[in-house]
């Protein structure tokens, strides 16, 4: 006789997936043989470049890398990590106390709340975004404050509309820049405005900046440690997946703050033993890499960008040309939701996006398209789109 499993509260309070629908829609479709273009993903095509798997494979055949490894991170990763904030963000770190390692930044973001969030405590979280954000904050127990990032407002939060008993309860805030779903990037204006919020209302700021390095035109995005103050009040969480197509690797890292990061250390340490240190060798190779490599990564999503914004922008859909990232976020044309969109576009034309509401309440009324299929690819989207409109 089998017992009876019963889900924890925590998830069965989880907001409901909203893409549910449209993975069956997914498989349907992918089972009755169509030759579907699957731009929903923000998992890059291209492979980890070769330097990097070589290194690897020598530092696989290390017997000293087979052991446990160090819970922070190995001293010279984190070395890695701050030379590499040095050269790139001219932001100087110490790899023992600023510099932590994380398996991937979504186990540190998810994780994050665990060490500063009691129950009752509000995180603010913007909307749109990534969904980890929010469910790291009600598996901590805190109560999500969601901060609509609209289009008129540059898709920044307004942190004067925010009501007085929310901040009362506010102890920590996540921001995204650049950002996914809406790829738009900082400044530093945004970045001090929230540095000063912060500090008025004693809330320590979670800044994700897993696109720094996806960019385009030469316009290179910002630190949030670049801006005075923002060690005093937050960390950066980074990671190499999206930089180095490394997604399956499992490897990122967090910096700033000292206590913030000893605060997440701690919750680490307890329930993690760290990142095979064979990934983290090849990792600092990759920090170390000739940024010619990643010149060519960028010219590679710069001419997919080109493609799908002037096909889409040719058949009358808006869109946002981004700066930076590997989205795409499109307002669906006129009559339709984003879910609706979505599905028409896979019905009619085999194309898969995300539906914006996926991200949040706010995101309602667009849709993203990844640039994460070739180029050819994206010239037969836009074909197969000017079709099914
Ligand atoms: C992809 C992504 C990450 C990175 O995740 P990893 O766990 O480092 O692979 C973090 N934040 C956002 C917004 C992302 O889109």
């Not at 980890?132 to 598996?139: K, N």
């Not at 809330?203 to 035109?217: P, R, V």
């Not at 600092?284 to 060519?296: P, T």
């Amino acid at each position: 006789m089998p017992i009876k499993v019963e889900l924890a509260d925590r998830l069965k309070s989880l907001p409901p997936y909203l893409f549910a629908r449209i993975d069956e829609m997914k498989e349907e479709a992918l089972s009755k043989g169509v030759d579907l273009i699957d731009i929903s993903i923000g998992d890059p095509d291209l492979p980890t470049p070769a330097h990097i798997v070589d290194a690897m494979k020598k530092a696989v055949e290390k017997p000293e890398h087979h052991r446990y490894p160090s819970y922070a991170g190995m001293l010279s990763y984190r070395e890695a990590v701050a030379q590499w904030y040095e050269r790139r963000f001219n932001v100087k770190l110490d790899p023992a106390e600023e510099v932590l390692s994380l398996i991937g930044s979504k186990e540190g973001i998810g994780h994050i709340p665990l060490a500063f969030i009691n129950p009752g405590d509000v995180v603010l979280c913007p909307s749109p975004a990534y969904p980890v954000y929010s469910i790291g904050t009600l598996f901590a127990g805190g109560e999500p404050y969601f901060m609509p990032l609209k289009e008129e407002n540059h898709f920044f939060p307004d942190f004067s509309s925010i009501p007085g008993d929310i901040l009362k309860r506010a102890k920590m805030m996540f921001l995204n820049y650049p950002n996914n779903p809406t790829s738009q990037t900082a400044s530093v204006e945004f970045f001090k405005e929230a540095i000063e919020f912060a500090v008025r209302h004693n809330i320590i700021i979670c800044h994700d900046n897993a696109y720094s390095e996806l960019y385009f035109d030469g316009k290179r995005p910002i630190s949030f440690l670049e801006v005075e103050g923002a060690m005093d009040v937050g960390v950066e969480f980074h990671s190499l997946s999206k930089t180095y197509n490394m997604t399956g690797w499992r490897i990122g890292f967090v910096c700033g703050n000292k206590e913030v990061i000893a605060g997440l250390g701690k919750i680490k340490t307890n329930i993690d033993s760290g990142i095979f240190q064979a990934i983290q060798e090849a990792a600092i190779v990759a920090l170390r890499s000739d940024e010619g490599i990643l010149d060519d990564i960028r010219s590679i999503y710069q001419e997919r960008r080109d493609i799908l914004i002037d096909g889409l922008s040719s058949i009358g859909l808006k869109v946002n040309k981004p700066d930076a990232t590997f989205y795409i976020w499109a307002k669906v044309p006129e009559g339709y939701t984003s879910e609706s969109f979505t599905i028409h576009l896979l019905d009619k034309a085999g194309i898969l996006g995300t539906p914006g509401n996926g991200f949040g309440e706010p995101g309602e009324g667009y849709i993203r398209f990844a640039l994460t299929v070739s180029a050819e690819r994206l010239k037969e989207a836009v074909e197969r789109i000017k079709k099914a409109l």
